[in-house]
């Protein structure tokens, strides 16, 4: 406890030295930092999560006792401030035994607009600092991705905000998502990207548990909506688009099973895509593109993705982009790799996500086993994004370059 506590402190010392940037300003970030709420002499960083259902958003934060909080929010007229009709939400607070911190929670109903909201002491009349906060639907919805931070400081969060929020193509982000090893150990705290970076407080952030993580630790903090109990794994729908996350740390491949299945039985109806979340990288060439734990989820996973008709299936764990051909149940789809990729029912696209922090690159020498279009940069920093629409999902690759961000690979997603 007391460790945990000195190590919270110490973030939010970096955080108080180094803040600077704009609270709500998502394009111009330099640093990675934003200036911090404080409430009872300490300093509050919120994170969002993406809701249980479509258009709600959870803000989330840990603090070292447990005070009464409330969330004000409401309509982005341009002034900074929040009118009279803005809306209230009182936090609500458990204490976690794994994180030694209590964890506040509330959660906002949105319609598409922008907003802003704060925190408050119970009783306080309005709150000193404000959020930004832009909720879209049923139009393009740009999500940015990427893998395998394995953060220890703020020194890796500055690193991974730089690259997810100032990046040439990162911004208008409407959600993060981050497929797993978010920590480099099990000793690392969760909490270090939403102490120090600035995009957790504007961008609703989903993550998934890699190998390196606890999911204890990290589902603490960054809680996926409608996880279960017993595989850890999760969906949630954003706007008309169903996300299920698996957790590999769970090796009964029967139980995945039974949660895919029925996930996607009860909630995909209405919906325009299907997107699997997996931190093992289902088809990759990379140094632990033959190691059993990927084989046994690859050869368990394989023929329901098929059968179920994911469109996509987004991993991690080798360190690099790699795009697939559209695959079936068997085979792949010969001439499936060019700019526009068109599906038909019972095929899927496979991508590995690249780490835009770049604590660990891989550039051992592989042998081409599975079917990739295109094997992007190995010893880069990068990230991708995905617009989505009803007809459509557009990606673009990216590499976090020192200078600038230059483009490694752009397709489009389409239905045949």
């Known amino acids: 406890m007391r460790k945990k506590t000195l190590r919270l402190l110490a973030l939010l010392l970096c955080l108080l030295l180094f803040s600077g940037s704009a609270a709500g300003d998502v394009t111009t970030v330099a640093t990675g930092y934003v200036a911090e709420t404080v409430l009872y002499g300490q300093a509050m960083c919120p994170t969002l999560l993406p809701g249980s259902e479509d258009g709600s958003v959870v803000v989330r934060w840990a603090a ?8 004000h929010y409401g309509a982005d007229d341009g ?8 809306r209230t939400e009182k936090a609500q607070s458990a204490y976690s035994a794994m994180l030694g911190l209590h964890v506040y929670s509330a959660k906002i109903q949105l319609e598409p607009g922008d907003y802003i909201y704060g925190l408050a002491e119970e009783g306080a009349d309005m709150p000193e600092r404000f959020y930004h906060l832009h909720w879209r639907t049923g139009e393009s919805f740009r999500v940015v991705m990427s893998s395998d931070s394995h953060m220890y400081n703020w020194k890796e969060a500055a690193l991974y905000d730089n690259a997810i929020i100032s990046g040439s193509g990162a911004r208008d982000a409407d959600m993060i998502i981050h497929t797993g090893d978010l920590n480099d150990n099990t000793k690392a705290p969760p909490y270090v990207l939403s102490v120090c970076s600035a ?3 504007v961008v609703p952030t989903l993550a998934i548990c890699g190998n390196h ?9 960054f809680t996926p909506p409608n996880l279960d109990r017993q595989t850890k794994d999760f969906w949630t729908v954003q706007n008309n688009i169903l996300f299920l996350g698996i957790n590999i740390n769970e090796r009964n491949m029967e139980e995945h099973r039974r949660y895919l299945t029925q996930a996607i039985t009860e909630h995909r109806e209405g919906c325009d895509w299907t997107v699997l979340l997996i931190h093992y990288s289902m088809m990759s060439n990379g140094v632990h593109g033959k190691d059993q734990p990927v084989y046994n989820f690859r050869e368990g996973l394989r023929d329901l993705i098929a059968e179920y008709d994911v469109d996509l299936v987004l991993s991690g764990h080798d360190h690099e982009y790699d795009r697939s051909y559209l695959i079936g149940a068997t085979d792949m789809v010969e001439g499936s790799g060019g700019s526009v990729v068109k599906k038909r029912p019972g ?6 996500l690249p780490t835009a922090v770049g604590n660990k690159l891989y550039s051992d020498s592989r042998e081409p086993v599975y079917p990739l279009a295109v094997e992007g940069p190995q010893t880069e920093r990068g990230y991708v994004t995905a617009d989505f629409s009803s007809d459509g999902i557009t990606f673009t690759a990216w590499c976090a370059g020192e200078d600038t961000d230059f483009i490694v690979d752009r397709f489009v997603l389409r239905r045949a």
Do not use: C, K
């Open 213 to 221: 993580d606890v999911p204890e630790i990290i589902y603490a903090f």
């Open 199 to 201: 995009h957790t407080r």
């Open 79 to 86: 002034s900074g401030v929040l009118g009279e009709d803005h």
């Open 64 to 71: 070292m006792n447990n005070r009464p909080v409330v969330i």
């Open 347 to 352: 095929e899927t696209l496979y991508l590995s």
